[in-house]
Nanobody
């Protein structure tokens, strides 16, 4: 079964940047539509961005123009470059297939945007 390990989160100031990484236990990024999700305290998990095997990328309106998703198939790793961070970006960020399906969630990585 596929497992995910997210990393790279931390504390950032408004307007700052962070780069998240998602390592998968198998060679899945060249096969499936994969994406980043986030869950803020007291809110439902929401889709943030996705990347397909053909290289196309899609973003939620709330992050469009600020975040960039990419992947390295050879390393079984996906990234999320987050720029111009806002306090409302504060959440636990997770990666998985899009739509989610049955693969288990990783622990996620906490992103906190605060001055």
């Amino acid at each position: 079964q596929v497992q995910f390990a997210e990393s790279g989160g931390g504390l950032a100031q408004p307007g700052g940047s962070l780069t998240l990484s998602c390592a998968a236990s198998g060679s899945i990024f060249s096969i499936y539509l994969m994406g980043w999700y986030r869950q803020a305290p007291g809110k439902q998990r929401e889709w943030v961005a996705s990347t397909s095997p053909d290289g196309s990328m899609h973003y939620a309106d709330s992050v469009k123009g600020r975040f960039a998703i990419s992947r390295d198939n050879a390393k079984n790793t996906m990234y999320l470059q987050m720029n111009r961070l806002k306090p409302e970006d504060t959440a636990v960020y997770l990666c998985n297939k899009v739509p989610h399906g049955s693969w288990p969630w990783g622990q996620g990585t906490q992103v906190t945007v605060s001055s």
